[in-house]
């Protein structure tokens, strides 16, 4: 069989074998594709520390049986940047997670890769102040672009402006107003500006701004909810960043 070009970033390495790896990769369409890289445990192989996951790679596959195989792979950007330090790789493992969690095998949304992308490098160059709000952001757009973009103008129950103090439904996926907004998490008007702005920002924007640390928190801790709430597997990498590290 004729192998085929293919730019993908590389979400996961699993251990196959004695010296074999099998990679989970989101492709430039937005897939999920496996792949076995042969011999990459071995010391001598042409794939060590070109597959590392965070790489965006131009890969060469071979159809297979259950898994296409790597003929080669030539790296594009290895995104080396985040794994310098250990807030940056937490961060930068939470975006691998969600993506390979949120792209489903066989079927495509083609901008998640740029958004991926975008992420990755814009966790790799952010001042560690501001990789929370860059994760917060690519959470919020990557759940709009799975089908559940917040809705944030106006009580997603009632349709009131819902002004001031509003509640956020995570089974509705937007903002309620006190009379319809029960026991549902609590959202302030700032955090709820900074919610659609996250929105519609670029990711780069997202890594460069000052945004108040408060409200920085409370949407990063309603995105965790709402991520968590949606999307049916358990999300390791973004149960130990929330818990574990401080910015
Ligand atoms: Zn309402």
């Not at 297979?64 to 080396?80: K, P």
Request: aromatic residues 6%; charged residues 20%; hydrophobic residues 45%.
């Amino acid at each position: 069989m004729t192998a085929y070009p293919l730019q993908v970033l590389v979400l996961r390495k699993t251990k196959l074998g004695e010296a074999d790896m099998i990679l989970t990769l989101l492709s430039s369409d937005g897939r999920i594709v496996r792949a076995v890289a042969k011999g990459m445990r071995k010391p001598t192989s042409r794939f060590a520390g070109r597959l590392e996951p965070g790489s965006a790679t131009d890969l060469m596959l071979a159809p297979g049986r259950t898994f296409e195989v790597v003929s080669d792979a030539r790296s594009v950007n290895l995104h080396a940047g985040l794994r310098a330090d250990y807030e940056r790789s937490t961060a930068a493992s939470v975006v691998l997670d969600v993506l390979d969690k949120i792209a489903v095998e066989g079927q495509a949304e083609e901008r998640l890769f740029g958004l991926a992308c975008a992420t990755l490098s814009a966790l790799e160059r952010a001042t560690q102040e501001h990789l929370r709000a860059t994760v917060t952001g690519f959470l919020i757009k990557a759940m709009a672009m799975h089908g559940y973009r917040p809705h944030l103008d106006s009580c997603v129950s009632c349709a009131c402006a819902a002004e001031g103090q509003a509640g956020f439904s995570l089974e509705a996926g937007g903002v309620l107003c006190p009379a319809c907004g029960g026991s549902a998490p609590q959202l302030n008007a700032s955090s709820r500006e900074m919610l659609s702005w996250l929105l519609s920002a670029t990711m780069d924007a997202i890594a460069d701004a000052d945004l108040p640390s408060r409200e920085v928190a409370e949407t990063f801790a309603l995105m965790r909810q709402f991520v968590t709430y949606h999307l049916p597997a358990r999300l390791k990498a973004l149960e130990f960043y929330a818990n574990g590290s401080g910015t």
